[in-house]
């Protein structure tokens, strides 16, 4: 019914940027939140940036100040700008939205992309 795909993950130094993308296809009517979690290994997974429709934005204290999260209704498209990085933002970052499907009485839903491999050296 609806992919999302991530692209744009990784290795960038420490200190440098790298821009993520999450591209939602198939009935998408529309994009009603989008958010970016990552998960290090041996870590629990866990929430980094999230926008809603309306565009308010929130983000985890690690990522205030470095990461930009936006999005592109007309492309069905997210972004996660990361500036900065650190080596403790290694990790696969997942894209997740909320879509409803076919038309503005269609089922919303929560969906999951799979994930991008982000790795920062130091």
């Known amino acids: 019914q609806v992919q999302l795909v991530e692209s744009g993950g990784g290795v960038v130094q420490a200190g440098g940027s790298l821009r993520l993308s999450c591209k939602a296809s198939?009935?998408?009517?529309?994009?009603?939140?989008m958010a970016w979690y990552r998960q290090a290994p041996g870590k629990q997974r866990e929430l980094v940036a999230a926008?809603?429709?309306?565009?308010?934005?929130n983000y985890v204290d690690a990522a205030k100040g470095r990461f930009t999260i936006s999005s592109d209704n007309d492309k069905n498209t997210g972004y996660l700008q990361m500036n900065s990085l650190k080596p403790e933002d290694t990790a696969v970052y997942y894209c997740?939205?909320?879509?409803?499907?076919?038309?503005?009485?269609?089922?919303?839903?929560?969906?999951w992309g799979q994930g991008t491999q982000v790795t920062v050296s130091s």
């Open positions: 198939g009935r998408v009517f529309s994009i009603n939140a």
């Open positions: 926008i809603t429709g309306d565009g308010d934005t």
């Open positions: 997740s939205a909320t879509i409803r499907i076919d038309n503005p009485f269609g089922r919303e839903s929560d969906y």
